[in-house]
Structures are given as C-alpha cells and as structure tokens.
C-alpha cells in the first residue's frame, strides 16, 4: 500500500497502525495496490467535492483516483457534493456493520446552511422532522464557527449576498439518501456545504482533501458509545508528506 508509515499509536480503545498516502490527486490511471492485510482494517479518505463515491465512472472523478488500494468498497457513501470522512473496507462483515443502521456508528456533520440558525430550528431537528421516505432525527444539533481546519472548496459555495450563512453540526445515527440536507430544508435552512467530519471512532483528522491513511483497527470499538463532536477545534488537517 502507497504511503509512509507514522507508527503505532493507542487512542482510547482503538489500536491503529496508520499509513499516510502522500499523493493528494494521484492519476487516474495509476495502479491500485492489494486490499488491506488484515481483518478489520480500515481506509479512511477524505473525500473532495465532485467525486463519486465508487470506484468506476464515466467521465467523472471517483475514489479510483484517490485510493490506489484494491478490492475496498465504502461503508456507507457520502454524496458527490459532500465532502469528508468515507471509511473503505475489504472486510464485508465489517463493511455490513459500519453501514447498517442497527450499528447505530455516529455520523458527525459540518453543514453550512443558508439563514441564521434559530433555537426552534436545532429543537425540531432533534426533537424529528417528516421526509417524504419517514421520520427523521438527530441525536445531536448546534449551531457552531465555521471550522477553524476548514479548506477551500473548489469551486466555491454560490452565495446570495443579501442572506446570510451559517454553520450547524449534526450528529446522526443512520444515514438514508442525502438526509442530511433533506432534514436541514425541512427546518428551512437549506444546506451549502455539508462535510463528514466522522463515523463511529474514525474522523477525518490529518487528513487533507484526497490523502487517505489506513488503519488497524480494534473491532470492540464499534460498541463503544457514539463520537460527540469536539468540544474544541480539532487540529487542521495536515500537510502531505514525503514518502520515505
């Protein structure tokens, strides 16, 4: 698999040992390596704007072109015009465990919303709002800054001048077709930008848009209780490095 080694490091329940690819925007063409060594492992992405979340695709960017790791398929998707956290897997029964909503994995989202988030708003996203596929409903909703990590997005955001934008973070627990910006239209704050920041124990932290870094992974993690967003500004993602 591409990238440097950064060692073996412990957090809270999770045994991790991490490579960093260090090839932001490798070719397309350019050959996938083999599938992870070891069951449970995992391939964390960060997905940049426009990308399919697949491995194929006619004439349009997808993970083929950021990934070079073969025979890893997502554990949930994240919309072409989403961006963030999308954990791969070679493992199906783990694969099956992080997507389904019985797992009930926290899903924790960044959204830049059109309008001035108001209380009744994040009470009502919480409390559930009515889709046209069903009931829906946060664990978790707050109005937040702009994430202090946060890059530029290509192409930019389209803003009306004369309405302001802000920032909410949404903690779910499934993650149906596009429901993040289906609930926050609901509220009547349709959503700009949406970023994953994480799901269950992963997050996107170190990882600049298109770096991936792949990680051993201790399966108990996955009946630990859900991630919470962090109470303070987590670490800007970091710069690609060299291989070594």
């Not at 530029?152 to 993040?180: F, H, K, M, Y």
Request: charged share 20%.
């Amino acid at each position: 698999m591409q990238g440097g080694t950064r060692g073996h490091e412990r957090r809270g329940q999770v045994t991790q040992n991490v490579r960093l690819s260090s090839n932001l925007t490798p070719p397309a063409s350019r050959a996938r390596s083999t599938a992870p060594s070891s069951r449970g492992e995992v391939v964390l992405l960060n997905k940049p704007f426009g990308v399919l979340c697949q491995f194929t695709g006619e004439g349009r960017a997808t993970l083929a072109r950021y990934v070079p790791v073969r025979r890893v398929y997502p554990a949930g998707r994240l919309d072409a015009d989403s961006e963030g956290l999308v954990v791969l897997t070679a493992d199906g029964a783990l694969q099956a465990r992080i997507a389904h909503p019985r797992a009930k994995l926290a899903k924790v989202y960044h959204v830049q919303v059109e309008g001035e988030v108001e209380a009744a708003q994040l009470q009502s996203l919480t409390s559930g709002v009515v889709l046209n596929d069903g009931p829906a409903r946060a664990i978790a909703a707050s109005r937040a800054e702009a994430p202090a990590w946060l890059w530029p997005r290509d192409p930019p955001i389209r803003v009306r001048r004369a309405i302001p934008t802000s920032w909410v973070t949404l903690t779910l627990t499934e993650g149906r077709n596009r429901q993040v910006r289906r609930m926050t239209a609901a509220v009547g704050l349709p959503t700009l930008r949406l970023i994953r920041f994480a799901v269950g124990p992963w997050t996107l932290e170190g990882l600049a848009p298109g770096q991936w870094r792949a990680e051993c992974v201790d399966l108990r993690v996955l009946s630990s209780a859900p991630v919470r967003p962090p109470a303070s500004r987590p670490r800007p993602p970091a710069a690609s490095r060299p291989p070594r």
